[in-house]
């Protein structure tokens, strides 16, 4: 399962939890709620992974492009070099090679261009996701921190009018 869907599969866990009247608050299942953390954990490292495979991927098509550019001038100069030993088509030989030449080029330069293009737009769109998952995550963890917060203070607050209490009542008796 991806990130996106452990996401939103926790999301409808949180959803279709059973709701605490007036309150605002649900009540989870604890345990299915942390296999799902613990798989979102789980999955982020493949993701960053899908990363690595992406710039990999982009390096190995940038390398076969100019592996093949440079087969491509290599033939070209054969050619011309055969061109050249016909005497009688000389010029027409070094114009076909400057025209195979600027064509291999232009053919290197626009593989290179789409490889690079094509990767920069997986990379952003995998940043895009990361980001986004980041975001939701952090999110998550203001929102349950707060209501943690609200709680506790409710707690401190409670025990502190009941010491109050005592107080009062120590000061009656004397």
Known sequence: MNVMKLLEYLSDIIETSTKLPMTGKVVINKKEVDEVINDIISALPDELKKAEWIINEKDRILSDALKEADI???RNAQTIMKEIEKHDITREAKKNAEEIIASAQNTAKDIRIGSREYADNVLKELDNEIKELSDIMLSNIKVEMEKFLVSYQKKVKFKR???????????KIQ
């Open 72 to 74: 491509i001038r290599r």
């Open 161 to 171: 009018d009941i010491i109050k209490e005592n107080i009062n009542e120590v000061k």
